[in-house]
Structure formats: structure tokens, C-alpha cells
């Protein structure tokens, strides 16, 4: 088949695979004008969608922005920072300025201290090697915050060209039709963005007449929860709406369960409250550090889950991470999950995750 290319990304057009880059129903080809899916949906909903890629795809696709001037606005789920930080960034964008966009504020509990969050971001953004010039945060579903960060964005661009980052699940489209519909007002925005001759698949939205907000694919990340999970269960983990604290009352050798995909054993210390932040949806089951093995032979995928039959097939397995913890209150954060705030002094446990998708602790954010 003779190469054609998508007028609006100028992506190599291909009617096999519908979930690679550049697809386009093979009826799609007689049109005059060939779009690939992604734009279609653009242009024709205002909808951006995301193309999962590996992270070399991806990375050669992006390498090329070290070349170019411009803003780099790396979007990041604030429930998943350690699963939607991407760490090669640096080499990525090469020199040009970065700023982390924190998104779903609004699953937050409304007592949490926005400023702890972001000190907590810079320090995660810092220990990845993400040297950030700003940290904000929104929630591009209620539109919070986009209004400042839309300025934000101008004065730091500096009439340059804005990269929009992120891996898949962030919110990065939602984000960038809050913005198209806010700021551009355009309602073809693929015709007016058409670069001839751009072969990267990446979606150019024009800004003023020399530089464009540009949407680059979303990458796929080992570390991210949502790689390991079906759809299904997807939904039951990822919270709809403000999350409520659940509250339990432990003695050492007491166990939780997070569904079948996480587990933490209160090892050593006081009785003390353990608050866990999850999805509502998310099943919380106690028992005994003795039991709890054989309880997850028993019955991960089914008392424990999600997962679901399809998640097993594809969720590693639980590793163990073991935290001694002292003085004052301390989040055990499970990337993609939530996390439980533990209150007591001197505590052991031993947080149990899928591998890859490390534990990690922080001062409590409330
Ligand atoms: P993308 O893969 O990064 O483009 O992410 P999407 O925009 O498709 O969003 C992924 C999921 O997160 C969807 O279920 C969205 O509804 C949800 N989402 C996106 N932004 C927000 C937000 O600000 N708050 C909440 N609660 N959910 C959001």
C-alpha cells in the first residue's frame, strides 16, 4: 500500500491495528480528507484520545522536542505520582523548562494542605532528576485551577511553543480540551493546525501565529497500577469523586487487605488508628498477620478483589517492603491505589504491593 499520511498529524496512516498510532478504519480512506482516528475525534468531537505506546516509541517520537524550544507542561496524576512521573523527562526535553501539573485535585479529602502536596511533588520531582520550574495543581474535570495555570503558561512560554506530557490515565486529555475550549475557541482545530510535512503524530494546536500547544502521545509506564489492571477493575479503583477516609482501630500483627492488590501487616507497635484513603469501591478486609497468606491463596480474585479474572492474568505478583516508622503522622502511599495514614510513634509494617509498583512514605499530607 502506498504510504499516506493524516492531514492533521501527518502520522503514517495504517487500518490494522486499532490500538497503534495512525490508525484509521479502512472505509476512512475513501475520504477526500484522511485523518487518522485520533484526529478524527479531535476535529470532530473536540476530543483528544490517547495512543499507547512502549516507552521507546515513545521516546524516539519525543526525542525530537530536545531539539526545539519550548514549555514543557508534564501532567501528573496526584494519585499516581510514582506510576505518572516520567523519569526520563530530562533526557527527553533536553534544556528547555519544565513545569508539573498535579491533576485530580478534586479526589483529594478537602482537609488536605495543598501546600504539603506540592512540597511533596517538588521533592518526588527532584529525586527523579526532574528539575521543575513551578508545581501547580487542578482538576481539569472541574476545571479548578486552569484559569491560573492557563496564565501560568503564558508568561513562562515566552511566545515559545508548549509541549503538553504525560503518561496515559492522567487526565491529559481531559486537560487539553479544557483548555482548547477555554482559550482557542476554535471548533476545527485540526485544519487550522495543519503542519505539512510533520510526521510525529503529535496534535498542534495553534496559540498565536508562530507557536502551537502541542499533545504528544501519552506513554505507557511499567510502574503505573493501571497497566496491570482490566478495565473493569480500573473503574473500581480510580475514585469518581472526593475520597472518604476509613478509619480502623489496630493492634500489631493486624492485617489489611486493599482489595487482592495490596496488603500492609501492622508488624510492631501501639494500638493505634490506621486511615485509609481509597476509592469508596475499593473492598478494605482486616484479619490477622497469620492468616493473611493463606486468606490471599485462598481467595485473591475473589473475596480480595479487584483483581478480577482478567487483572490476574497480567498483575504480578505482591512484593513486601518493610518501613520502620517514628515520630509524627506518615502517608503510606500505594502508587495508583491511595494511602493509609499512620499515626502512631515508633511503627513497623510491611506494605505489600505488585512489583514494580513500589511503596513509598511521606509526611501525612493532612
Ligand atoms: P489521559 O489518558 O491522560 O488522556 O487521561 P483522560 O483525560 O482520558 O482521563 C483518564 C481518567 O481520569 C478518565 O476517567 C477521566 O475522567 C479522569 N480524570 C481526568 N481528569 C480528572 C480530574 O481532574 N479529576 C478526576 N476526578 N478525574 C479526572
Known sequence: MEKIQCQGCGVVIQTTD???????????????TVLCQRCFRLKHYNETQDVPMTDDDFLKMVSSISDSKGLIVHIIDIFDVNGSLIKSLPRITGDNPIILVGNKLDLLPKSTSENKLIQWLKKEAKEAGIKVQDVFLISSMK???IDELKQKIEDYRNGKDVYIVGTTNVGKSTFINALIKESTGYSDVI???YFPGTTLGFIQIPLDEH??????PGIVNKQQMAHYLSPEDLKIITPRKEIKSRVYQLNNQQTLFFGGLARLDFIKGERQSFICYFSNELEIHRTKVEKADALYEKHNGELLSPPNEDSLKI????????FKLSGGKTDIVFPGLGWVTVTG?????????PKDVAVSVRNSLI
Do not use: F, N, R
Open 18 to 32: 486499532k490500538e497503534k498510532i495512525g490508525y484509521t478504519p479502512p472505509s476512512a480512506l475513501e475520504k477526500e
Open 345 to 353: 510513634d515508633e511503627t513497623t509494617v510491611i506494605a505489600y504491593s
Open 191 to 193: 485544519t487550522t493546525s
Open 315 to 322: 498483575l504480578p505478583p505482591l512484593t513486601q517492603h518493610s
Open 143 to 145: 476545571k479548578t485551577g
Open 211 to 216: 507557536s502551537s500547544l502541542i499533545d504528544t
